[in-house]
């Protein structure tokens, strides 16, 4: 299918396409608005916090930095690499997962995805938003921000794909501004890229990994929806303009603001990063009050233009997983129940407050079952080169290779190689330098998703010779 048609771009209707292909006549847009598309929702506080965690990790500034662009830029190529797979099939990106994974198995990662994105980081940024607005707001109770953040989110969400781009594209210019602000103020502090005398000379692997990791995880959980936002894309465009424009949207916006983070947290944490109670109440004390005050105002605007995505792409891949619901509107339902399930999860996480560590399991955990996914759809696509991806989607056959491979690969490496608050992989421990302080083990690097990367395409490669199914 080959067209230039414009389409039709009218925000303010619902959007009733759920999980169809896009037809000829829908199609609209330019390769250029993916960039917007990917950088406004990574202008916002939980960005930040990724890259503070490198201080919590024990990195120096630089050290940080280092993890930060690795774990993005790994994310950032594939991220690019899957979007370019919109506009040929005019499919969401979890019904085009269904070639790897086949018709059954492809209820794994899209109901991963539906939990992660839908209701995991909808919580996570809606918490982070809702810490914003109380802040912003003097006197306004903090759950009254949470739901005001929510009716928000869930609310241009429920239009649908046309509302969203326009969302995003606006968003962008008031959050670039302010974000390029708050660049020269932290990097403009005292001791923002200082390193504290004395440090160890020891490259610290398990913090490296760890902060790399968690970049990774954030960066790389918008991948499993990459193609949601260019299947209205005339199926002509470019592929080498959108995969630029995504891949970089996505790699510069986080990196920039991770760094922000590690610079900032590098001057506030004094030794206690794990201390901190409100860490956007914290960030912001850094800049003049009246500046402050707008910084804060971007931090919700970046909450929810992040979790627009989530809760959106959360719908889809719901839906992608085959039910059949009964009515003409039921991505948009679908967006509401998921808005509501997902505000309750962020009630609990504002009522229980240790924001830290939430976020940083729950990042991990992200890039625990994400990496495997990417690399067998990768993989896929790779040998079946030439194969019309749309048409398999539609009518998926019931292969195992995808979903057998994707299993083991996650599994093997969560068990042997997760290095979490609460647990650390037997094989981690066997071939690291362990330490341990307080009967606590320590030191020991996070290789999981490296691990469950590789194993899992390799897995793909030979389990497919195997499957008859998986030549479909």
């Given amino acids: 299918m080959t067209q230039t048609t414009s389409g039709s771009a009218k925000a303010t209707s619902i959007e009733t396409n759920d999980v169809a292909p896009i037809s000829a006549g829908e199609r609209h847009g330019k390769a250029w608005h993916l960039f917007t598309v990917w950088s406004s929702p990574n202008l916002e506080f939980a960005t930040v916090f990724v890259g503070a965690l ?9 050290q940080g930095i280092l993890a930060i662009v690795v774990g993005n830029a790994l994310a950032g190529i594939t991220h690019g690499i899957l979007s370019t797979w919109g506009p040929e099939a005019g499919l969401p990106q979890m019904v085009l997962s269904r070639n790897a994974f086949g018709k059954w198995g492809n209820l794994i990662p899209s109901g991963m995805s539906t939990l992660v994105a839908g209701i995991g980081w909808f919580a996570v940024n809606t918490i982070s938003g809702t810490f914003a607005l109380e802040a912003l707001v003097p006197g306004l109770n903090i759950f009254v921000a949470l ?15 046309n509302l969203i781009q326009k969302w995003e594209r606006y968003a ?5 501004v302010v974000w390029l602000i708050v660049v020269v103020v932290v990097f403009t502090q005292t001791g923002a890229f200082s390193v504290a005398e004395g440090a160890s000379a020891d490259f610290p692997w398990a913090g490296f990994t760890l902060t790399a990791g968690a970049a990774y995880g954030y960066t790389a959980g918008w991948t499993a929806f990459a193609s949601d936002y260019t299947r209205y894309l005339p199926a002509n465009t470019s592929k080498k303009a959108l995969g630029l424009a995504a891949g970089l949207g996505n790699f510069v916006s986080t990196s920039l603001i991770m760094i922000v983070g590690a610079a900032a947290f590098n001057v506030l944490a004094h030794g206690n990063f794990w201390g901190i109670e409100n860490p956007t ?4 004390g850094v800049f003049d009050p009246a500046f402050a005050k707008v910084v804060l105002l971007a931090i919700v605007v970046g909450s929810v233009s992040a979790n627009i995505l989530n809760v959106y792409s959360g719908a889809m891949s719901f839906l992608a997983m085959g039910f059949k619901l009964g009515f003409k509107s039921r991505r948009a339902i679908m967006v509401a ?3 509501l399930v997902g505000g309750f999860i962020s009630y609990l996480g504002v009522v229980n407050g240790d924001v830290a560590h939430q976020l940083d399991s729950f990042l991990l955990v992200v890039s625990y079952w994400v990496a495997p996914w990417i690399a067998v759809v990768l993989t896929e696509r790779i040998l079946s080169r030439g194969k019309n991806a749309g048409e398999r989607a539609l009518a998926p056959k019931n292969s195992w290779a995808g979903a057998t491979a994707f299993v083991i690969a996650t599994v093997f490496s969560i068990w042997g190689f997760a290095s979490q ?23 020991v690097p996070d290789l999981t998703a490296v691990v469950g990367f590789v194993l899992a395409s390799a897995l793909f490669v030979v389990f497919s010779k195997f499957d008859k199914n998986s030549k479909n």
Avoid: K
């Fill in 54 to 62: 490198a201080i919590g990790f024990g990195l120096n500034i630089w």
């Fill in 172 to 176: 962008s210019y008031f959050l670039a």
């Fill in 281 to 284: 109440e914290t960030f912001t």
């Fill in 147 to 161: 739901a005001i953040i929510i009716l928000a989110q869930v609310g241009v969400a429920f239009v649908g794909h």
């Fill in 421 to 443: 608050v609460l647990y650390t992989g037997p094989i981690a421990i066997a071939i690291h330098h362990v330490e341990l302080d307080g009967g606590i083990i320590v030191d």
């Fill in 337 to 339: 129940l998921a808005g």
